[in-house]
């Protein structure tokens, strides 16, 4: 096989927030498959964080968002892959640019379907990097 030299990447996800609500999607991706994650995807070459964030949260749901912020940054390893990866992920948080938009499934072999949840009512299971923050306290809603 092809060696290649296992290097970390860079993701940048987004808290779409409306409400005490998030948007999530289950994934279809073998990372993390069947659990619940937010859009967002690589950091491409010369992109910002909010370019990054709003072309994601474009590709994958159709929505435009604006008010994009840095909310924080985790360091996660998936070991169990066949390959493994090392994520260093950036998370943002935003809104929607128009209220009466709706989330269409613009990706469906990488996810099931997006919708809204209440962030004191999350679906179950979350993708880990996510229930870790969760279980961790962290909050993505303005105080
Ligand atoms: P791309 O080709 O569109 O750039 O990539 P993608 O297919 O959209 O990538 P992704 O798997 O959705 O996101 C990249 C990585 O980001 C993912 O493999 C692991 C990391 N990641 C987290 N937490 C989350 C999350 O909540 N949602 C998403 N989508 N990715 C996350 O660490
Ligand atoms: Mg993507
Ligand atoms: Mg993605």
């Known amino acids: ?3 290649t030299k ?10 779409l927030l409306k409400g005490r609500k998030v948007l999530l999607g ?15 995807g690589n950091l491409e070459f010369g992109e910002s964080f909010e370019e990054c964030a709003a072309r994601e949260v474009k590709e994958e749901t159709g ?7 840095l ?14 990866l090392h994520y260093v992920t950036i998370f943002m948080r935003s809104v929607q640019a128009d209220d009466d938009e709706v989330p269409q499934n613009m990706e469906p072999e990488k996810c099931d379907g997006w919708d809204w949840y209440e962030w004191e009512d999350l679906p179950q299971p979350l ?12 909050n993505p809603f303005p105080t």
Do not use: D
């Not at 296992?6 to 808290?15: I, N």
């Open 127 to 138: 993708f880990w990097p996510l229930e870790k923050m969760v279980n961790s306290g962290f």
């Open 26 to 40: 289950r994934r279809r991706s073998a990372v993390g498959r069947s659990t619940f994650a937010l859009p967002g």
């Open 6 to 15: 296992l290097e970390p990447k860079v993701a940048v996800v987004v808290f």
């Open 71 to 84: 909310l924080t940054v985790t360091n996660n390893l998936f070991l169990e892959q066949p390959k493994p």
């Open 1 to 3: 096989p092809k060696m």
């Open 63 to 69: 929505l435009e968002i604006q008010k994009t912020e």
